[in-house]
């Protein structure tokens, strides 16, 4: 709606035609449409003129990673953009009544109650609010949609008011816009209390637990700082020497300690810091770039190249074979080393842990114990040798005590290894203690497949009714659902789809092998005689840890049903010495 | 948004020698595409490969330790930082690319001590190196060799995508048109590959050779869009808005002197070039003022001939007054409209 004035005149308009001249309220659209101009046809440029040396020095802070350049460029632009912004306004409204951009939409800056031009001051507060305004996100020029003459809050704060000397249609806010206004701050009341609650919130949580949060910025800021901390912890040698940093990092990279970046990182220290880099080096480089294989294979190789009578050289050789699935010549080469360091000793476990052999594993940990930065490496692979040398009990005093003395993350590994060991063998309420253990922590299996298998035990064996949909969102794999169903089906009796959906399981060699070890479990208390027997080859066929794994459940299965033992001997041809001098 | 739209779009017929120029670039650029478009995938390969940079990186570094070249400050600083993280070697080994004295001597040098690494670095360095030479780019673009003047012509014809591509061609269809109306297709044509060449050797001037070629066409438009602005100081130019809001209003038209665009242009181009690390590459602001500088003081010796000469002024329909016809020799079908005009 169109309001004309009677009152308002141009003096030089008045003059030409001898009749005032009538003024319209500006629409919003223009006014947009004007200060887009300004911003982008006159602000703009002379913004990125006049902060051309601060870029350059914002730049030149990025690159070197220097944060006072950076905050200091940064805020360089903030004030220079806040400057040029109010100073255009103040001066174009001053002595032009108009900006550039309000020129050509023929918008006019005026005092509300006179129609004359603002005067210094007013001019001046009207810039510096606007520049406020957009700090506000826009809400501040919402007035706009809501007054009758259209005024933003730096208009209504100043007693000024944008005119245009065109005739506009609807010029007068529509009901609508009213509501929209009225909605929009509604909205923002809302975000701003919700924000404030939860700010409240969070402070008050963190009060609470400040040790906690400190303890977790320190764990993630202290990665490679493990590496200094167990420098300090590292045992001095026969030789009364202490290891190199790259030495121990590989063997803390092999415990699982630290991660690829950090070891890559301490190899290019001594690459810097060195003319001829060790053989050390080279295994390290291989380790580190083992997601390029032909990277990792050329470093490999190099390591012997560079001295064939080191530790590292014989350590290449077994990676070597590792990689190749050679295992008998691993065994050969481990048990055939004649400079075996710890970093031997630490992959010597890992490899033997999964090859199911505790025994071989046992004798290395015991070589490379005791030894403070790896502890919680040896303690946990202790427990495990020992429960699957089947000394159970001294097994079970030992995940007690490393349940009270562990760090979190190995806390979770060996509860969960041992809950799934214990509830396989025996499944009620007080079978496992690492069960319970679980069962008392608030833990998310989201990432971790062998701490949900953990969780589905200890739920099953708690004697209470299981929920399933529950125990369907512990993992986020798309197979955990299927593990779920079976065990669901298995339950209810249905044993026909319940075996339908063990091979679906267990037959994907792309499903984690916790979920396919937890599903041949199952099979092996569902199956009839003749399936069973018949399935003990395939079951042969896995991969010697998970044929470890199963072994137990399997001769426990056998001597239950009265079947006969030797179907494991005839079909696997290796039985470990354990199991044959079972009574 | 808003954007100088002159008249927009004009037609072949109106102004053949833009969209002469036009499909040139086009077809250079289809060209390079059909050509190149293994060797530029597989080059993207080796110079992302973060193995090869970071060696790279390592290599740059301890060479920068030896040598007093004229490497930026910048560059120096961040060699001596101590930083020893993978991501501080990547930005190594992506600066030594702007090297071309490191590029040249490293490789017969022993500068680091991983055997394996810097094996592998200097056979994807070799195969880069053939690559480059017969990548579009870098036989067309303005680069190491500066006094090379074959290439200070067709680094105007060429591109680098085709985002690239469209930006400048959009430009140049409207400038290019509208100032081939005010000085004919010859006229365009001259300017457009002088001020071409001017804005290479501007940018030379200011950034000395450089490993990563100077293309495309955007030192020559910002000369046509320069003399243009000269030529119509005045005159009232169309630009678009346009702000993205679904209501009728949300986009028109405004009028402003044609001294707008350059000093818009000189403005932009001036705060891009101060305000530009030289190690850090990107647009080359440097020829964009070179181009401006040189379609600027083109169209002051238009104006100056104009003003000797007095021209015979015609008067299209449109009354828009063509003061250069002269310069229409060889299109005859030209003239006879002008004369149809008159």
């Excluded at chain 1, 001095?236 to 690829?260: M, N, P, Q």
């Excluded at chain 1, 009265?562 to 179907?567: I, T």
């Amino acid at each position: 709606m169109v309001i004309p004035d009677p009152n308002w005149s141009f003096a030089e308009d008045a003059q030409k035609t001898n009749q005032p001249k009538p003024k319209y309220t500006a629409k919003p659209i223009d006014r947009l449409a004007a200060q887009v101009f300004d911003i982008g046809v006159v602000i703009a440029p002379i913004f990125l003129l006049a902060t051309a040396p601060f870029k350059v020095m914002l730049y030149h802070g990025f690159l070197i990673e220097n944060q006072e350049e950076v905050v200091l460029a940064s805020i360089a632009h903030a004030c220079l953009g806040v400057v040029i912004f109010i100073a255009y306004h103040f001066f174009c409204n001053l002595y032009f009544q108009t900006t550039l951009g309000k020129h050509l939409f023929r918008l006019q800056v005026v005092d509300v109650w006179t129609g004359s031009p603002l005067n210094v001051w007013r001019s001046l507060g009207r810039a510096i609010m606007s520049a406020l305004s957009f700090l506000t996100l826009g809400l501040a020029f919402l007035p706009m949609l809501s007054n009758d003459r259209r005024r933003a809050l730096a208009d209504l704060c100043f007693d000024s008011e944008v005119i245009s000397l065109k005739p506009n249609k609807g010029a007068t806010p529509h009901r609508n816009e009213k509501w929209l206004v009225r909605g929009v701050y509604g909205l923002a009341t809302f975000i701003f209390l919700f924000a404030s609650m939860t700010l409240c919130r969070s402070v008050l949580n963190y009060s609470a637990n400040q040790e906690d949060l400190s303890a977790w910025f320190m764990d993630r800021a202290s990665k490679c700082e493990s590496i200094d901390e167990a420098m300090s912890q590292w045992p001095v040698g026969k030789d009364e020497r202490k290891a190199s940093r790259l030495r121990v990092s590989l063997a803390l990279y092999a415990a699982g300690i630290v991660d690829r970046k950090c070891l890559q990182s301490e190899a290019d220290n001594e690459a810097s810091f060195s003319n001829e880099p060790s053989s050390l080096y080279y295994l390290a480089q291989s380790f580190a770039h083992s997601d390029e294989t032909d990277v990792s294979d050329s470093y490999l190789k190099q390591v012997c190249d560079q001295d064939a009578q080191s530790s590292s050289c014989e350590l290449s050789q077994i990676v070597s074979a590792w990689s190749q699935e050679d295992w008998e010549r691993m065994d050969k080469a481990f048990s055939e080393m004649q400079h075996p360091d710890v970093v031997a000793a630490v992959w010597a476990i890992r490899h033997f842990m999964k090859q199911g052999q505790p025994e071989q594993a046992f004798t290395w940990i015991k070589r490379v114990s005791p030894n403070k930065a790896l502890g919680n490496f040896l303690q946990v692979q202790r427990v495990k040798a020992l429960w699957l040398m089947n000394h159970t009990a001294e097994a079970q005093i030992g995940a007690l005590q490393a349940l009270e003395s562990l760090p979190d993350d190995w806390q979770v590994d060996l509860a969960s290894w041992m809950c799934t060991q214990e509830t396989s063998l025996e499944c009620n309420k007080n079978a496992s203690l690492s069960c319970n253990w679980l069962a008392g922590q608030k833990l998310s299996a989201q990432d971790d497949p062998a701490l949900a298998v953990a969780m589905l035990h200890a739920e099953e064996c708690s004697g209470e009714p299981m929920h399933y949909s529950e125990l369907s969102q512990l993992n986020t794999l798309s197979s955990w659902p299927l593990l779920v169903r079976l065990v669901k089906e298995e339950k209810s009796g249905d044993k026909e789809f319940a075996i339908k959906l063990v091979k679906k399981i267990a037959y994907d060699e792309n499903e984690p092998e916790d979920f396919r070890l937890e599903a041949y479990r199952r099979y092996i208390e569902m199956a009839d005689n003749h399936s069973l027997t018949k399935s003990v080859s395939d079951m042969r066929e896995l991969p010697q840890q998970m044929w470890r794994e199963l072994q137990p459940r399997l001769v426990q299965e056998l001597d239950h049903r009265s079947l006969n033992r030797n179907v494991l001997k005839e079909s696997s041809g290796r039985m470990p010495a354990s199991e044959d001098q079972e009574p | 948004m808003i954007f100088p739209i002159l008249r927009g779009f004009l037609s072949y017929r109106r102004a053949p020698i833009t969209w002469l120029i036009f499909i040139l670039n086009a077809s250079v650029l289809l060209w390079g595409w059909s050509f190149a478009w293994n060797v530029n995938d597989r080059l993207d390969d080796l110079m992302n490969d973060e193995f090869f940079l970071q060696t790279q990186g390592h290599v740059y570094e301890n060479y920068l330790k030896e040598r007093t070249t004229l490497t930026p400050d910048v560059v120096r600083e961040l060699a001596s930082s101590g930083a020893s993280d993978n991501q501080h070697f990547r930005l190594m080994g992506h600066l030594a690319f702007r090297d071309d004295e490191f590029i040249q001597e490293a490789p017969k040098e022993n500068l680091f001590s991983d055997h394996v690494a810097v094996k592998r670095w200097k056979s994807q360095l070799i195969e880069i190196g053939e690559l480059e030479s017969v990548h579009p780019s870098f036989l067309f673009g303005v680069s190491k060799d500066p006094v090379n003047f074959r290439q200070w012509v067709t680094y105007i014809f060429s591109h680098t995508s085709g985002w690239h591509f469209f930006g400048n061609m959009l430009f140049l269809l409207i400038f290019g048109a509208a100032l081939e109306e005010v000085i004919g297709g010859l006229g365009l044509m001259v300017v457009f590959v002088m001020t071409g060449v001017f804005a290479a050797g501007f940018f030379l001037f200011v950034n000395g050779p450089t490993t990563a070629p100077l293309i495309g066409a955007s030192g020559a438009i910002s000369g046509v869009m320069a003399m243009y602005s000269v030529l119509c100081w005045n005159r009232p130019t169309r630009y678009v808005y346009w702000y993205f809001l679904p209501t009728k209003d949300s986009m028109g038209f405004v009028y402003l002197p044609a001294w707008t665009i350059l000093v818009l242009w000189l403005l932009g181009d001036l705060a891009g070039q101060l305000g530009n690390l030289e190690v850090m590459g990107g647009v080359a602001h440097a020829a964009h003022l070179g181009g401006d500088v040189a379609g600027a003081l083109s169209g002051i010796l238009v104006m100056l001939m104009w003003k000797w000469t007095a021209p015979q002024r015609l008067r299209f329909k449109d009354g828009f007054t063509h003061e250069m016809w002269r310069l229409y020799p060889f299109f005859n079908w030209y003239q006879t409209r002008l004369r149809t005009l008159k």
